[in-house]
Structures are given as C-alpha cells and as structure tokens.
Nanobody
Framework: QVQLVESGGGLVQAGGSLRLSCAAS????????MGWFRQAPGKEREFVAA????????VYTDSVKGRFTISRDNAKNTVYLQMSSLKPEDTAVYYC???????????WGQGTQVTVSS
C-alpha cells in the first residue's frame, strides 16, 4: 500500500513562508500524480496543487497561483509545497495525496495544520 508522511506545518505571520514535505513509500509509480489539498474550518476540502513525477508538470488552484510552488524530488520520493506570501485565508489543515491507477485521489497523508496569523 501507499504511505504518505507529511511534515512542515506550523504557525506563521501573514506574508511569511512555510514549506510542507510529503514523503511517499509503497506502491508509488511515476505515472501517478501527487497533490496537496487543504480544509479550512467549516469548509469543504479543496484542491491546491498537483505535480507529475515524470515531467514535473504542475497545476494550481487560482487562489494560490504565484504564491505556492509544488515540486518533487524523484530520488527521495518526496513532494514539497513551498508557500510564500501567506494570508490568513490560507489557514487550514493541509493534506498530501496520491492518485491511483484510475486517476482517483485514493491515498492520503495524516494532514498538517498551517495557521497564518494577522
């Protein structure tokens, strides 16, 4: 099975930066994308960004474009989310996720809290 271990969350002031890491193990294949989601208090979980292992192709939700960067280190089986110019509205639990062979987000990390203060 696929296991995702997430780290890097914390408390930061508005305008600051954080880098989240997600170490993947198990049945990980280069053709299956990795991504980040987040869930703010009282809101549904939303897609943030995704990256492919092979080409590094990336996709972002509009609200984080220009501020967040998703990347991967294939040798370490690790995906990163570099978050800059953070806003209080970015406060959420952030989850690492991986797709299965049916392109479904079927594997999830434990989540890490990101809190951005005013």
């Amino acid at each position: 099975q696929v296991q995702l271990v997430e780290s890097g969350g914390g408390l930061v002031q508005a305008g600051g930066s954080l880098r989240l890491s997600c170490a993947a193990s198990g049945r990980i294949f280069s053709s299956y994308p990795m991504g980040w989601f987040r869930q703010a208090p009282g809101k549904e979980r939303e897609f943030v960004a995704a990256v492919t292992w092979s080409t590094g192709y990336t996709v972002y939700t509009d609200s984080v474009k220009g501020r967040f960067t998703i990347s991967r280190d294939n040798a370490k089986n690790t995906v990163y989310l570099q978050m800059s110019s953070l806003k209080p509205e970015d406060t959420a639990v952030y989850y690492c996720a991986a797709q299965d062979s049916r392109s479904r987000w079927n594997y999830w990390g434990q989540g890490t809290q990101v809190t951005v203060s005013s």
